[in-house]
């Protein structure tokens, strides 16, 4: 069974339907690729997926262990080589202001967004950097 059933809008727009969920997501070609920069681009959403599956395994991890994440941010930075147009890097930066102090789980947290499945599946050449501010 399909996870995902997808249409295309015209005018280089797409619409994808999660079907276990309903939930739908739009994406638009970026100004700099002859879209209108209206929605998250393909490779915006590449570059999302990589920092939302990070957290997702720490969640887990941190779930598991009995901690809370409430206050982790990050900002995501995709990076765009222009010969091939693919994406050349994705940086990936956390910030958690009422982190704990106990470096054992704070490292714990760190393997597991590094080995998550989004960051394994990626081409090996496309760098990822991760910065953790906590």
């Known amino acids: 069974m399909p996870t995902i059933k997808s249409s295309y809008l015209g005018n280089l727009r797409t619409q994808m339907k999660h079907l276990q969920s309903g939930t739908e997501v739009i994406t638009d070609a970026p100004i700099d690729n002859n879209g209108k920069g209206e929605a998250f681009s ?23 262990d009995g901690l809370q994440m409430e206050g982790l941010t990050w900002e995501v930075t995709k990076v765009m080589n222009p010969h091939p147009r693919k994406i050349a890097e994705i940086i990936v930066e956390f ?30 050449e496309l760098k990822q950097t991760v910065i953790f501010n906590f």
């Open 42 to 64: 393909p490779t915006d959403l590449v570059a999302a997926a990589l920092g939302s599956c990070m957290v997702t395994i720490m969640g887990i991890v941190a779930e598991r």
């Open 95 to 124: 910030h958690w202001e009422n982190a704990p102090e106990d470096e054992k789980m704070l490292q714990k947290l760190k393997n597991a967004a590094k080995t998550c499945p989004v960051a394994l599946s990626l081409d090996p």
